[in-house]
């Protein structure tokens, strides 16, 4: 019986560590301003919050009807030059009818 009066409590904990997530994330994307490259850079900064990142190369391409294909290319500029530490990072995001359904970022882990 306990169980049970626990378990509406921790949904709604769930429900609100949710929608602070959301907030965080939303302050960074604003799909209604934005062209599909600069959200899949919106969102290789928000995937790492605490790197400084300089944006370079981003592009977009039709994939289909309703597919489109954004690359970013970006630098982190708080690491030092050095061997051994990736500073170029990468990231491929599709879009499926201006909605997000894939996002892959490479260049986070060390160089082998």
Not at 29 to 40: F, Q, T
Not at 58 to 74: F, Y
Not at 88 to 109: K, P, R
Request: charge should be negative; hydrophobic fraction near 40%.
């Amino acid at each position: 019986m306990r169980a049970l009066a626990v378990t509406p409590v921790l949904v709604a904990g769930l429900l609100l560590a949710g929608c602070d997530w959301a907030g965080r994330v939303s302050g960074h994307v604003n799909p209604g301003s934005m062209s599909l490259a600069e959200r899949c850079a919106a969102m290789m900064q928000a995937a790492i919050p605490y790197a400084d990142i300089d944006i370079g190369k981003s592009t977009s391409q039709n994939r289909g009807v309703s597919t489109i294909l954004a690359h970013v290319e970006g630098t982190r500029t708080d690491h030092p030059n050095t061997e051994g530490i990736a500073r170029n990072l990468t990231a491929d995001c599709e879009f499926n009818d201006t909605a997000l359904v894939s996002f892959h970022l490479t260049g986070i882990g060390p160089e082998h």
